[in-house]
Every structure is written in structure tokens, then in C-alpha cells.
């Protein structure tokens, strides 16, 4: 089962994608978050046979929703309903950081991959934690 995740932010979307089987996440790509998101993501769905999305919300360090992870929660409840697919929310915590933190080993820009590294991340947790 393919499946996609999102990490949001406000300028850009990061965007990870599994393998056919569900066991290996691939960053995919950065998509500014702007009008048109949701027609890249339509397109990326049908090219990919997406079954499943899953998207990083913010919870903070005490597993509480703040101001972004209420933020969140409206755009994708959103583009969810645009598109006609539930999205899953999952704990994103430490996501971006560790993604931060692997580009630095590899000596790959990080201003320009973290969000998709960030998304890989969100989905590698998530299919640890489901297989």
C-alpha cells in the first residue's frame, strides 16, 4: 500500500512517499503551500496510486495541541475535504530536528531538503509503528 506524507509549513510542504509494499520512506518533494498545493497533490496521488495520507501535526513536548497544531488541524480537515481523502494525523515531534540533523551528516543543503527529509521521517515513524 502506497502511502504519502506531509510535513507542513507555512511556506512549504514537504512530501514522503513509501514504497509499494509500505515499508521504506522516500523523500519526494517540496511544494510551496500556496493555491495550487492541492492540484499538485491530486497529481502526485493518481501518478502514485496513493491509498493512505498521513500528515505531521505539532503536538508539543507535553503530547498538548498548541496554536500550530490547531493551526494544522483546520488546513488539512481542508484539503482533505477538496480532495475527497482522509489524512491521518500523526506525532511529528523532533521530525524536522533529526531530518536537520541527517542532512548535516550527508552534507546536502538543508534549507532546501528539510521538508522533504522531515516528511520521510514523519512516514518512517509511522510505518515502524504500524508494521
Known sequence: ?????????????????????GII???FSVEKNNEKFCEIL???IKEKKVL?????????????EGIQAKKVKEY??????????????VDERFSSKISENKLKELEKSIDKDIDKYAAAIILENYLNRIA
Request: glycine share 8%; net charge positive; no cysteine.
Open 42 to 44: 491530486l497529481k502526485i
Open 1 to 21: 500500500m502506497k502511502i504519502l506524507a506531509i510535513d507542513y509549513g507555512e511556506k512549504n510542504l514537504g512530501i514522503a512517499l513509501s514504497d509499494d509494499l
Open 76 to 89: 488539512f480537515k481542508e484539503l482533505s475535504n477538496k480532495i475527497k481523502m482522509d489524512i491521518e494525523l
Open 52 to 64: 493512505k495520507i498521513i500528515a505531521g501535526f505539532p503536538i508539543n513536548l507535553k503530547g498538548q
Open 25 to 27: 520512506a522516500i523523500p
